[in-house]
Structure formats: C-alpha cells, structure tokens
C-alpha cells in the first residue's frame, strides 16, 4: 500500500512523528493510501520552506512567473489520467464531475497567469509640488490555504493560483478526507517547473496541523473554504496576529422558481443545482421557493427527476451522483430529512441510504421554516421546495437565511429576474439557471454567515497583496523647524 509524505521542498518527506493515516474511497471503503500525520513540527519545517522560497519568487520578474503557472497548467493537462482516477477515488466523484474539475484546474492557472501582469499601482495628485506619490502593490508572504473535500483539486488551484501569482508562496493543507489528490497535484506543480518551496502540502487533522499552520506567526494571509462553524474557528484564530484573511463559507441557498417558467424545464434546471455531487457543493440549490400556485406541479417534476438519475459505477457516464464523504455526513441528511417530516413536510421522494454511503436525491415539498432542516447547510441531495403566492415573498424567504452565498432565479421575464437579483442578498445571484456556477475570475464569497472576502480574479490578487504608500521629493523639503 502505498505511503505518502508531506510534499516539502520539492519532494515528499513524512511526518516527524512518522504517524499516518488512511485516505479511503467513500464508494468502495477501500484504502487508497496513508497520508502523512502532519503536526506542528511539520508545519514548522513547511514554513521554512516557503520563507526561502518567497525571496526568489516575490522578486522574479511578472514574466518568469506567468511562464511558470502557464507550464504549471499545461502539466495538470498532461497528468490527466493520472490525476483523475486519484479524484474519482478520493473524493467519490463521478466522472463527470472530476472532468470538470480537470477543466477547471488548468483553466484557474492560466487566469492567475494572466492576473502577474496586472498588479496595478496608483499615482495621486498631491498639494506639493516637488513630491511625486505612488501605491504600489506587494505580496503579503506565507498564505496558508486550507482546501474542501468536495472538489479537492479545483478549489485548491483556485484558492493557490492567485496568491501564487502575486509572488506569494503558499502552503496547503487539504482536507484529511481527500490528502492524496493535494500531494499529486504539488508533484505535478513541482515537475513542470515550480520552484522548490514555493507550494507546499502539509496533511493532517486541523486540530494537530491545520491550527498550528493558521498560528505560526510566519504566515501572513489564510483562505479557508469549508463549513461556517470550522471557518468561524479558522478566523478567530488568524485574527490575534492579524492576518489577511478570505473565508468561503456555507450556504443555503435559494432557487426562485417564478410562475412565468416551464416547470419540467425549471425542475430539470434545478436538479442540477440540487444533486451535482449529492448536493456537497456549498453553493448547491436547497431552498426552491415557487410561484403559486405551482409548486406542487414543479415539486412532482422535480421528484420525477431525481427518481430517475443513473446510479452505477463512478466511471459510467451515465452516473449522475455517488456517496456522501463520510457515515458522518450521512447521519446528518438523515436527520435533516427526519426532521423536515416530523415538521409536516412532505418526502416525495428519496429520503434514505440507497447503500453504503450513498442517499437517495430526496425533494420534500412544503418543509417547514424553522429548525435544522430549513436554517442549516444540510450538504447533501435534498431539495426543499416551498411554494408563495408573490416575488416579494420569494425575495423575503430568499433573505430569511443567516447565509448568503448564492441564488439562482428561473424566470423568462428579464425585469422581474433583474429587480430580484438586486434585492437578494447573496454574493452572487444568477439568472437563467441554478445556484451552483464558477468561474476562475469571478468573486466568489457571500454574505453573513457565508464568508469573509472574495476569491477569483483581481480580487484574489487585491485580497493577498499590500499596498504600499511611496513618496519621492524632488525639491526643498520645509518643516516648523
């Protein structure tokens, strides 16, 4: 069985405890591989590392940088299969979605490539006139980044390339459900050209690696994505040495459904947003709130829907949807669902373990609007669809939320879709279709208790550099004294 290291300096090295532990397929219970047992001396060793490294790649020239991250990308294309059996194993996959994970990554390299050469600074007018002032924009260091299991690689390119290509240098540590996917991914990083240090992977639990990281005084910039109440811990603990700090947290989010659509075309749409990898996805679409008087028509189509997605091996095409991440996940959809029946909800469909760790796509119609089910991110394939007489009280539901991630609204009336879209209180609201949209250069974040701060793009680079005040004067300079 094969042992993996920590990937440090360019090379894998085990934990100093010499501890570790098994990464497991949620599919098949097999037993990928053990992952080094990270801990703070690990970490100590990690930051090293990226110390040295930063001097080097703060300093190379936007060029060089953007060369490197365009090989970088052109690597993770190359190691294609290599990477996507890892991810269809690890993270219990279909394959279609870790294709487009492997779509994903090289594409997020490529825009922070392009991003290198857009470190904009600032002139600005001043009173006197002999001093000439400038802003300029610098890495802030160390960024730890500490990566989800339910897209392991797509979010770590993303949450790294960015700070990568602002000339910081960056130390994962992925999620102990999916550490072999991270270590290959820094393996392919290095070969195509990576500087040694300048991405490293420690693996671990977060309280014995993932805190101490978070910690260490030498980094200077976290970005988390995962649950709001690990996210709550991760920001308490970055925020007594100050440290940048972007947070992508959950969501519950809302699908408007309004009464102008084609229900079997809104319950196809939705469906995706609802059951894309069993509903692990934080921007997945939970809450489906219908125009009256169609929901319960939209809630059978829906049903109808989810009975007939293709269940078979993670390698057909044909499979729409695989197994939760852990028996933990499982008893928590399971009680969500319990709940939102004993609350006078209506399972239509679903509502139980298939086998192993796989649940059923459940929709529940008329849910109640209190308690686990309807105010938590229950991060599995049930969709909850509630149906209102008016948009106003569409929108008035929408926000009724603590979270604010993401929206998506269903409508063929492009003023009704555009006023609801201001009105929502989400980091993102999108017309036309589900909840659950990417992009490398969009800001993806939210609202309350969905995050701090924005990944993707320009606003990656914004959130991980330092802007700097630099004056020059040129004549006489005068004081009171």
């Given at each position: 069985?094969?042992i993996?290291?920590?990937?440090?300096?360019?090379?894998?090295?085990?934990?100093?405890?010499?501890?570790?532990?098994?990464s497991?397929?949620?599919?098949?219970?097999?037993?990928?591989?053990?992952?080094?047992?990270?801990?703070?001396?690990?970490?100590?060793?990690a930051?090293?590392?990226?110390?040295?490294?930063?001097?080097?790649?703060?300093?190379?020239p936007?060029?060089?940088?953007?060369?490197i991250?365009?090989?970088?990308?052109n690597?993770?294309?190359?190691h294609?299969?290599?990477?996507l059996?890892?991810?269809?194993?690890?993270?219990?996959?279909?394959?279609?979605?870790?294709?487009?994970?492997?779509?994903?990554?090289?594409?997020?390299?490529?825009?922070?490539?392009?991003?290198?050469?857009?470190?904009?600074g600032?002139?600005?007018?001043?009173?006197?006139?002999?001093?000439?002032s400038?802003?300029?924009?610098?890495?802030?260091?160390?960024?730890?980044?500490?990566?989800?299991?339910?897209?392991p690689?797509?979010?770590?390119?993303?949450?790294?390339?960015?700070?990568?290509?602002?000339?910081?240098?960056?130390?994962?540590?992925?999620?102990?459900?999916?550490p072999?996917?991270?270590?290959?991914?820094?393996?392919?990083?290095?070969?195509?050209?990576?500087?040694?240090?300048?991405?490293?992977?420690?693996?671990?639990?977060?309280?014995?690696?993932?805190?101490?990281?978070?910690?260490?005084p030498?980094?200077?910039?976290?970005?988390?994505?995962?649950?709001?109440?690990t996210?709550?811990?991760?920001?308490?603990?970055a925020?007594?040495?100050?440290?940048?700090?972007?947070?992508?947290?959950?969501?519950?989010?809302?699908?408007?459904?309004?009464?102008?659509?084609?229900?079997?075309?809104?319950?196809?749409?939705?469906?995706?947003?609802?059951?894309?990898?069993?509903?692990?996805?934080?921007?997945s679409?939970?809450?489906?709130?219908?125009?009256?008087?169609?929901?319960?028509?939209?809630?059978?189509?829906?049903?109808?829907?989810a009975?007939s997605?293709?269940?078979?091996?993670?390698?057909?095409?044909?499979?729409?949807?695989?197994?939760?991440?852990?028996?933990?996940?499982?008893e928590?959809?399971?009680?969500h669902?319990?709940?939102?029946?004993?609350?006078?909800?209506q399972?239509?469909?679903?509502?139980?373990?298939?086998?192993?760790?796989?649940?059923?796509p459940?929709?529940?119609?008329?849910?109640p609007?209190w308690?686990?089910?309807w105010?938590?991110?229950?991060?599995?394939?049930v969709?909850?669809?509630?149906?209102?007489?008016?948009?106003?009280?569409?929108?008035?539901?929408?926000?009724?939320?603590?979270?604010?991630?993401?929206a998506?609204?269903?409508?063929?009336d492009?003023?009704r879709?555009?006023?609801?879209?201001?009105?929502?209180?989400?980091?993102?609201?999108?017309?036309g279709?589900h909840?659950?949209?990417?992009?490398?250069?969009?800001?993806?974040?939210?609202?309350?208790?969905?995050?701090?701060?924005?990944?993707?793009?320009?606003?990656?680079?914004?959130?991980?550099?330092?802007?700097k005040?630099?004056?020059?004067?040129?004549?006489?300079?005068?004081g009171?004294?």
């Amino acid at each position: 069985m094969r042992i993996y290291g920590h990937f440090i300096h360019g090379r894998e090295v085990p934990a100093a405890s010499g501890e570790t532990f098994p990464s497991v397929a949620p599919m098949s219970g097999d037993i990928l591989g053990y992952a080094a047992c990270g801990t703070e001396a690990d970490v100590e060793v990690a930051v090293s590392s990226a110390q040295e490294a930063f001097a080097f790649w703060s300093s190379l020239p936007p060029a060089r940088r953007e060369r490197i991250l365009l090989e970088c990308a052109n690597a993770v294309e190359a190691h294609h299969d290599r990477l996507l059996n890892l991810l269809i194993d690890e993270s219990g996959s279909t394959i279609v979605k870790a294709r487009y994970e492997l779509l994903y990554t090289p594409s997020v390299l490529r825009a922070a490539a392009g991003e290198v050469r857009r470190l904009y600074g600032d002139t600005l007018p001043n009173e006197k006139p002999h001093r000439l002032s400038m802003v300029v924009r610098e890495p802030v260091g160390i960024v730890a980044v500490i990566s989800p299991f339910n897209a392991p690689l797509a979010l770590l390119a993303k949450m790294a390339a960015f700070p990568l290509g602002a000339g910081n240098t960056v130390i994962a540590k992925p999620s102990e459900e999916t550490p072999l996917i991270a270590v290959e991914f820094a393996k392919v990083l290095y070969e195509a050209g990576l500087p040694s240090g300048v991405f490293n992977v420690v693996t671990g639990c977060g309280s014995e690696c993932g805190e101490p990281l978070v910690k260490h005084p030498g980094v200077r910039g976290v970005a988390f994505t995962g649950s709001t109440a690990t996210g709550i811990k991760v920001g308490h603990i970055a925020i007594q040495t100050l440290k940048r700090l972007q947070l992508e947290l959950g969501g519950k989010n809302p699908l408007l459904v309004l009464g102008d659509m084609d229900m079997i075309k809104a319950a196809e749409i939705a469906a995706v947003g609802a059951f894309s990898h069993s509903g692990q996805i934080c921007m997945s679409s939970a809450r489906i709130i219908v125009e009256a008087p169609h929901g319960l028509t939209f809630a059978h189509a829906l049903a109808k829907k989810a009975a007939s997605l293709y269940l078979g091996d993670l390698r057909d095409e044909r499979t729409a949807y695989g197994p939760l991440i852990n028996q933990r996940a499982v008893e928590k959809v399971f009680r969500h669902v319990q709940l939102a029946r004993a609350g006078g909800g209506q399972v239509i469909t679903g509502g139980n373990v298939d086998h192993g760790l796989v649940f059923q796509p459940t929709v529940i119609y008329n849910p109640p609007r209190w308690g686990e089910c309807w105010e938590e991110e229950t991060f599995g394939p049930v969709a909850l669809v509630t149906e209102v007489s008016s948009l106003e009280e569409m929108i008035a539901i929408a926000n009724e939320s603590q979270y604010g991630l993401s929206a998506g609204i269903l409508t063929n009336d492009l003023k009704r879709g555009l006023s609801a879209a201001r009105q929502i209180r989400c980091g993102a609201v999108h017309l036309g279709t589900h909840s659950f949209q990417s992009d490398p250069m969009a800001p993806i974040g939210g609202y309350g208790m969905s995050g701090i701060g924005r990944s993707g793009g320009k606003y990656s680079i914004e959130h991980f550099t330092e802007l700097k005040w630099i004056s020059v004067e040129s004549g006489e300079t005068s004081g009171p004294f």
